[in-house]
């Protein structure tokens, strides 16, 4: 599988790279706020916005004993129940917030986090799927998705290769023909030493499917590193302003830094090219600085060529310096002055 297409785009080796703010909790349970993160996505370049589709009854339960109880992250200490309450994304919101995405040319999609979310998000008409890493190993959420026949895009933090292989067969046994894989590390944020983004191309080789980059990471350095290993998404989260409070907002890009990643991205895509060898028509000026040889010291009719008159310089209008060796000790058929490029005529 070289690519997926969502909406008629590609994306796939080859294609642009495909750019996913993630507006997760952002929101702070405010629906202009939610508009205000699609508009300023838009204008920071991404081409998708996606949302998380779940209510805190469809992740956990309501109970307060110490195994939910959050610990060890950034949300030390909180109840997940709490949490979600506080973190999802009202339903009623999410086809006007489509219908806001769409009329400015960006694809919105969403996580369902259970088989009431992804009957909801088939009733929006989405383009696409995105499974979460710690949903990854939900195996009959996987079969539920997969068999809306619309593409996933599939984020891989924590599991292992094997994990990866169960989820993957489980999503294609049930009718999924069109998949990506996100190498993901679900650290928040992530410091760069765990990325190991070289997983990126061995992801796509051994699932044979596009690969991409679910960064959880600060800055913009970690996305443009994978897209230089093939990586042919970038998802990333997406705030107005970290000052505003919200579980997902210190680990979220801003619009100008969204913005410099988009273009860095770009910029790499650019220089990327293809295998090339010889010279691009732009370096065709500076082919004249190689060099080659010429006289350095005046040299009379019958003098013999020596390393002390001929010298391999700059420019290149003289022979190839290949010929060096050939043409010391022979002899000049005319005089010529220093500064002249050495040609065939000048040698008797």
Not at 68 to 82: A, H, K, P, S
Not at 232 to 261: N, Q, V
Not at 280 to 296: A, D, K, Q
Request: with cysteine; hydrophobic share 40%.
């Amino acid at each position: 599988m070289t690519h997926i297409e969502i909406s008629g785009r590609k994306i796939g080796p080859g294609y642009p790279t495909y750019m996913v703010a993630e507006m997760s909790a952002n929101h702070n349970q405010d629906f202009d706020q939610a508009v205000a993160i699609i508009k300023a996505a838009k204008e920071a370049g991404a081409d998708a916005v996606k949302l998380q589709t779940y209510t805190p009854d469809t992740l956990t339960i309501d109970c307060d004993n110490d195994y939910f109880r959050i610990q060890g992250t950034l949300w030390e200490g909180r109840n997940l129940y709490d949490l979600y309450g506080e973190a999802y994304t009202p339903w009623e919101w999410q086809p006007r917030l489509k219908t806001v995405a769409n009329e400015l040319g960006l694809e919105l999609f969403s996580t369902p986090f259970d088989a009431s979310a992804v009957d909801f998000l088939e009733s929006m008409n989405v383009a696409v799927h995105k499974v979460a890493s710690f949903e990854s190993v939900d195996l009959p959420l996987l079969r539920r998705i997969a068999q809306t026949g619309k593409p996933v895009i599939m984020s891989t933090g924590m599991a292992t290769l094997a994990e990866i292989d169960e989820a993957v067969g489980a999503l294609r046994a049930a009718g999924n023909q069109q998949l990506a894989l996100l190498k993901c590390t679900s650290a928040y944020p992530s410091p760069p030493e765990a990325m190991n983004l070289h997983t990126i191309p061995h992801l796509a080789a051994a699932f044979d499917a596009p690969a991409g980059l679910s960064d959880h990471t600060l800055g913009i350095a970690v996305p443009v590193a994978a897209v230089a290993l093939g990586a042919c998404i970038i998802e990333k989260h997406f705030t107005i302003s970290r000052s505003l409070p919200g579980p997902d907002s210190k680990f979220s890009l801003e619009p100008a830094e969204f913005r410099a990643m988009v273009e860095a991205v770009r910029t790499a895509e650019q220089a990327l090219g293809r295998v090339h060898y010889g010279i691009e028509p732009n370096e065709e000026v500076s082919r004249v600085f190689r060099r080659s040889l010429f006289v350095v010291r005046d040299v009379q009719a019958g003098e013999p060529f020596t390393h002390e008159n001929i010298r391999s310089i700059r420019p290149g209008h003289g022979l190839h310096t290949r010929y060096l060796d050939e043409v010391i000790g022979r002899h000049a058929s005319q005089p010529i002055p220093r500064g002249t490029p050495l040609d065939w005529r000048h040698i008797a």
